[in-house]
């Protein structure tokens, strides 16, 4: 009897030691998210025209861009990271090779290799995102809904 005992301990500490979120699960930043609007300064984009999404998943984040079917037309794939306090996030693109530039007639994000956004909303269908632009010093806001 003590040695079932040792081994459903033991077979109870395996399983608790696996992954702590399933799938990568990381609470509602978790999943796609499209991109509605941004805003520069402001004041919208007019350049803008809905074709990007945001996905997070664990530590990776995933630029995504589609054409007007709605099919995959190019993506960037990133690390990034929370503050301790949640009051921001880091998208690290590695290097200039992963830059999300996605050639002319699209639109820029106005995203760099390395940028660190302000959360300013984040519930379970609405995100809202802001950092000064590097080049122009212009606020960049953007405005997101989950996409299910």
């Not at 509602?28 to 919208?44: A, C, M, S």
């Not at 290097?95 to 639109?107: E, H, I, L, N, V």
Request: charged share 20%.
């Amino acid at each position: 009897m003590r040695k079932l005992a040792i081994y459903t301990l033991l077979a109870l500490a395996a399983l608790m030691s696996g992954c702590a979120k399933n799938n990568g699960d990381i609470g509602l930043w978790f999943g796609l998210w499209h991109l509605d609007t941004i805003e520069v300064d402001g004041e919208p984009d007019a350049a803008y025209n809905g074709c990007y999404y945001f996905l997070f998943q664990g530590k990776v984040f995933n630029l995504n861009q589609v054409d007007e079917a709605m099919h995959s037309y190019d993506s960037r794939v990133a690390q990034w990271s929370e503050s301790d306090d949640g009051s921001t996030i880091t998208i690290d693109f590695a290097d200039d090779r992963y830059t999300p530039y996605f050639g002319d007639g699209y639109p820029s994000v106005y995203l760099s290799t390395v940028t660190t956004l302000r959360v300013l909303k984040l519930t379970t269908t609405t995100m809202v995102l802001e950092h000064e632009e590097q080049s122009t010093g212009s606020t960049i806001t953007y405005h997101l809904t989950r996409w299910n």
